[in-house]
């Protein structure tokens, strides 16, 4: 497909993605019909979220994916991408999921940052906030209101957890679930460059991992996020959540119990899972 698709098409492809999504049934990749292209994809994308806000969820804030190698090379893609997350995805920390509301999910532990500013109304060459100056604490203290420990549930809607760059964009990045932990002041959080990253699924520790994953520091998810954002026609507001990307593989998520993360220097965070069913099998894992 050479660039933009009719409205009708992309129509389609995000009734075709949302209904898999709501039914938990997976669907064929649609690279398989064609080159789809990175516009198109966000625009399916774009669309199933207003049909999400049709049936009333409420935008709450954005994620990065494939913003470490651990998950670039996981999933065989090499390039970072920007989601949507809902209110309805929100699961409270320590609070239960019920996974039968997934296809085959996963779990990985990831920074969060609340912003404190509308990102897209600042300057885009502004140089506190570009990918490699994180000098300037007031700047990054003006965006960034608080940041937490998040874990993200990812439940691919295509066959087998594979997609192509675009297949993933317009799946919403493959966002289901997240979970954040308690916010903390960026100005007392210990200095999040290089900070050990723990998985724990019933009691076993899965992944470790560092916080120097995401972008080489995951404040970097900032200015990464305004770019995409103003490139593929997102908001950035005050008062959203921005989940920087997984900091570790992502692993598969336990039928039932307890998953945690922690993350030195900022805190843990948790999820019981529950709604597995003995008999499934562990197809994707
Ligand atoms: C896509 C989402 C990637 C991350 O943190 O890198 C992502 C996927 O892996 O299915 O959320
Ligand atoms: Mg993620």
């Known amino acids: 497909m050479s660039g933009l698709a009719a409205a009708s098409t992309l129509a389609a492809f995000a009734d075709v993605l949302d209904d898999a999504q709501r039914s938990a049934t997976p669907v064929e990749q649609l690279s398989a019909r064609g080159e789809l292209g990175l516009a198109n994809a966000y625009a399916v994308q774009h669309a199933i979220l207003a049909r999400r806000q049709g049936r009333g969820e409420r935008i709450a804030g954005v994620k990065l994916g ?18 949507t997350i809902t209110d309805a995805m929100r699961v409270d920390d320590g609070g239960r999921f019920d996974r039968r509301a997934c296809i085959h999910p996963r779990i990985e ?6 912003l404190g500013a509308d990102l897209d109304d600042t300057d885009l060459d ?12 007031r700047a990054l203290a003006a965006v960034i209101a608080g940041v937490a420990p998040a874990l993200e549930i990812i439940d691919s809607r295509y066959l087998d957890f594979r997609f192509s760059l675009d297949d993933v964009v317009a ?20 200095d999040l460059g290089n900070r050990g990253v723990g998985l724990e699924v019933n009691g076993h520790l899965v992944e470790t991992g560092s916080t120097a994953a995401v972008l080489g520091h995951p404040h970097r998810a900032i200015a990464a996020a305004r770019r995409l954002a103003s490139a593929h026609g997102f908001a950035l507001r005050a008062g959203m959540i921005l989940l920087a990307g997984a900091a570790t593989a992502a692993v598969p998520l336990p039928r039932r119990g307890f998953v945690e993360a922690s993350i030195a220097g900022l805190g843990r965070v948790a999820v019981h899972v529950d709604g597995g069913n003995d008999q499934e099998d562990e197809r994707d894992v």
């Open 66 to 83: 494939f913003t470490s190698l651990a998950k670039a090379r996981q999933m065989g893609v090499d390039d970072v991408i920007i989601g």
């Open 126 to 137: 502004d140089p506190h906030l570009d990918d490699t100056n994180l000098s300037d604490e």
């Open 109 to 114: 532990p990831e920074v969060a940052y609340l």
């Open 171 to 190: 799946d919403n990045t493959s966002a289901a679930a997240f979970v954040i932990g308690p916010w903390v002041d960026p100005a007392l959080a210990a």
